[in-house]
């Protein structure tokens, strides 16, 4: 049984769950677009973005909790002040998708499994490697040939210059530069043993 770790504040998280008893989340293209939209209200005021990315039956995320003092707000109702749990806005995000599925597909219960996961990014070489890992995921499940060529993942929108909620300029300046960002992802496509002693064996 994995321990549990606790999202704090001005840490780097790799943050991942998947579909109770490995479901499909995401029924159609318009799905993962929705789960993006409520990441963004539950997750993003709280937690700055690296990279992502969206698979049928589970998802990813490397983020950074924010400091501590970005996580307390003043509520509208009395004016109290009122500290963020990131774990709960998880669990908002999680739940607030279930109903809408739930409802859209006509069923019912628990779309994600019980508890998710998260692991603590602890050095330079984990957080490049994770970026990595993240975006090659798709071809790493056999969904797609080639990873680039995945429509909901954060690799293109790292390697543009259109505008962007994610933390675009601290990754590129991780990988050295934009070529560099592109070159890594290439050259370690054709052997996914490079990261594998940096994410456990019941990684997604």
Not at 34 to 63: E, G, M, R, W
Request: proline share 2%.
């Amino acid at each position: 049984m994995q321990q549990t770790v606790f999202l704090e504040p001005d840490k780097f998280y790799h943050v991942y769950t998947r579909g109770n008893n490995k479901e499909s989340i995401f029924k159609e293209e318009g799905n993962y677009f929705y789960f993006l939209q409520l990441f963004k209200k539950y997750v993003s005021p709280y937690a700055d973005t690296y990279a992502y990315c969206l698979l049928p039956n589970h998802v990813h995320f490397l983020i950074r909790i924010k400091p501590e003092e970005q996580l307390i707000i003043r509520t509208l109702e009395n004016e109290d002040l009122l500290k963020i749990n990131l774990q709960r806005q998880f669990s908002h995000l999680f739940n607030a998708y279930t109903k809408a599925i739930n409802k859209r597909y006509n069923r019912t219960g628990s779309l994600f499994q019980e508890r998710f996961r998260r692991k603590e990014v602890t050095s330079e070489v984990y957080f490049t490697r994770l970026v990595y890992y993240i975006h090659f995921n798709p071809q790493h499940h056999g969904l797609i040939d080639d990873f680039s060529n995945w429509a909901y993942s954060s690799y293109h929108s790292l390697h543009s210059e259109s505008k962007t909620l994610l933390m675009r300029e601290n990754v590129l300046e991780w990988f050295g530069s934009r070529d560099w960002y592109r070159k890594f992802h290439e050259e370690n496509a054709a052997d996914f043993s490079t990261i594998a002693t940096f994410v456990e064996d019941d990684e997604l």
